[in-house]
């Protein structure tokens, strides 16, 4: 099972004190905040948790699965997840 939007809004409302109103909208300023800086190229760096990077993936020739023909697929940019140190350490421990 994963958690969900709403379990983290819980979790926020819970550890904080907060009303579900309240915590709701910390949790969305925060997702927002990381989109906005993200949509004007710049990273986002949460030391020990990790960063968000955007990358550019090139346009590239790609197959079709149901029809086995070769289509072009599109250059895009992608949002990228790297890991941080420590919350590398506390998962594997």
């Known amino acids: 099972m994963s958690m969900t939007k709403s ?3 819980e979790a926020v409302t819970r550890s904080c004190e907060l009303s579900k109103k309240q ?3 910390v949790v969305n300023t925060f997702l927002e905040s990381i989109i906005d800086s993200l949509n ?7 030391r ?14 790609g197959r ?7 289509v072009e ?3 895009k940019r992608v949002p990228f997840f790297k ?3 420590h919350l590398k350490e506390v998962i594997n421990s």
Request: charged share 40%.
């Open 48 to 61: 020990g948790f990790g960063s968000f990077r955007i990358r550019d993936r090139g346009a590239r020739l």
């Open 7 to 9: 379990d983290l809004v």
């Open 73 to 75: 697929v599109d250059a």
């Open 40 to 46: 004007r190229d710049e990273g986002v760096e949460l």
């Open 83 to 85: 890991v941080g140190k």
């Open 23 to 25: 915590s709701e909208t």
């Open 64 to 70: 079709n699965p149901r029809t086995g023909e070769s």
